[in-house]
Nanobody
Framework: QVQLVESGGGLVQAGGSLRLSCAAS????????MGWFRQAPGKEREFVAA????????YYADSVKGRFTISRDNAKNTVYLQMNSLKPEDTAVYYC?????????WGQGTQVTVSS
């Protein structure tokens, strides 16, 4: 059974930083792309960042480019999201995501709150 567990969220002031982690289990993930999404209150879930299976390719939403960095450690089955220069509009629940054989898997999410 695929399981994704996010951690690292919290309350931070604007301009601050947080590092999110997503620990994956249930099968090997070293050949699978992984990603981060977020959902703010009253809004739809949106794409934040993704990383290819070997970390060679990364993709970002325009709203986070230059501020967020996605990375992974395949030995630990973990993907990270380093978030710098945080803004109040980054406030959301952040979710880890993988797609395996056309099926989406999600973690429970971790809350990030950025105060102004």
């Amino acid at each position: 059974q695929v399981q994704l567990v996010e951690s690292g969220g919290g309350l931070v002031q604007a301009g601050g930083s947080l590092r999110l982690s997503c620990a994956a289990s249930g099968r090997p993930f070293s050949r699978i792309a992984m990603g981060w999404f977020r959902q703010a209150p009253g809004k739809e879930r949106e794409f934040v960042a993704a990383i290819s299976w070997n970390g060679g390719n990364t993709y970002y939403a325009d709203s986070v480019k230059g501020r967020f960095t996605i990375s992974r450690d395949n030995a630990k089955n973990t993907v990270y999201l380093q978030m710098n220069s945080l803004k109040p509009e980054d406030t959301a629940v952040y979710y880890c995501n993988v797609v395996i054989w056309g099926r989406d898997y999600w973690g429970q999410g971790t809350q990030v709150t950025v105060s102004s």
